[in-house]
């Protein structure tokens, strides 16, 4: 629990070889997350975004629990200073 640089190297490995589009799809989300837990948002937003545009993501349920961090993070001004800097706030 809590070794999200480990789980991005093994969701590294998902996208490397792909086996299953649903499983390639929920690997994208996690790797979001994984990046999430340790406060580096340009990562999050980029595998959340990627995951959302997913064939996947469709019939995932994740996809309305990304599509409302992300909208709370551009509510928050987050995400438009990510996308203007591609920095996250804590790293200005």
């Not at 969701?11 to 340790?38: M, N």
């Not at 309305?64 to 987050?78: D, F, N, P, Y």
Request: net charge positive; hydrophobic share 35%.
């Amino acid at each position: 629990k809590g070794n999200y640089k480990q789980s991005i190297k093994s969701f590294d490995l998902v996208e490397k070889y792909p086996i299953d589009p649903t499983i390639s799809g929920k690997g994208k989300f996690w790797k979001g997350d994984a990046y999430y837990r340790q406060n580096d948002m340009p990562n999050a937003i980029k595998f959340y975004k990627e995951f959302i545009g997913m064939q996947a993501a469709k019939a995932a349920s994740l996809k309305q629990e990304t599509s409302s961090r992300l909208a709370l993070w551009l509510r928050k001004g987050i995400g438009c200073i990510v996308f203007v800097t591609g920095h996250s706030p804590t790293s200005l």
